[in-house]
């Protein structure tokens, strides 16, 4: 059973664009919804994390967008650049320390 | 300050071997886990561990044993290596934030079963 769903698989998104990742989850428990970015060779590192008691959070270029009745979550990359290429990861658990629980990934490819 | 260390990098096995995958973490991380990624798969969990002499699996633990003696080690070990264990491994340890808990990943170890 996949707990967190990921879409799209890949995304290729003109620099200077916005590129958007959706996730789905199932368990009402889940109250932590991180995103992780991680590039070829390297282990994934934490971009930016959300609770449900906000509905979005802002970090620079990066948002996360959260719909709890909806039970989804999305990151929005804006002005999208080369140096944003690299595989993101939508994660969610419950707290308490319960381990992570990940999506399949999303491979971002930010063209000129 | 290292963070979370990983050895060997790469290693290539034969079908039936067993081997030992290092980590390391110098934080004082209470909590370590141990992923492995395979392609379009994400990062799916093995093992982790909340604390010296404490373990519990994950969603993928077969074929895999881990040990937890020190807050700084969690080796995990491959008895009788198989083609689907062919993988990229990942160990990580975690802290907490306000938000929550960060985890705190190594550069992984490329495993190839033959």
């Known amino acids: 059973q996949q707990q967190v769903k990921q879409s799209p698989q890949s995304l290729i998104v003109q620099k200077g664009g916005i590129s958007i990742i959706n996730c789905a989850y199932e368990?009402?428990?889940?109250?932590?919804f991180p995103w992780y970015q991680q590039f070829p060779g390297k282990g994934p590192a934490l971009l930016i994390a959300i609770r449900p008691d906000v509905s979005e959070k802002k970090e620079g270029r990066f948002t996360i967008s959260f719909n709890k009745s909806a039970k989804q979550f999305s990151l929005h990359i804006m002005d999208s650049q080369p140096g944003d290429s690299a595989t993101y990861f939508c994660?969610?658990?419950?707290?308490?320390?319960?381990?992570?629980?990940f999506g399949k990934g999303t491979r971002l490819s930010v063209i000129a | 300050n290292a963070g979370v260390t990983q050895t060997p990098k790469f290693r290539i096995l034969k079908i039936g071997q067993s081997m030992t995958l290092q980590c390391a973490q110098d934080?004082?991380?209470?909590?370590m886990y141990w992923y492995r990624q395979d392609p379009g798969m994400g990062l799916k969990l093995i093992y982790y561990?909340?604390?010296?002499?404490?373990?519990d699996k994950g969603e993928v633990p077969n074929g895999y044993n881990v040990s937890r003696s020190t807050t700084e080690d969690f080796p995990l070990r491959l008895e009788l290596a198989a083609p689907s264990q062919t993988s990229v491994y990942f160990c990580a340890s975690s802290t907490s934030n306000r938000v929550g808990n960060v985890l705190t990943f190594g550069a992984g170890s490329r495993l190839t079963v033959l």
């Open positions: 934080m004082n991380h209470n909590y």
């Open positions: 368990n009402t428990a889940f109250d932590y």
């Open positions: 994660a969610a658990s419950i707290t308490g320390n319960t381990p992570l629980v």
């Open positions: 561990s909340v604390g010296a002499g404490i373990t």
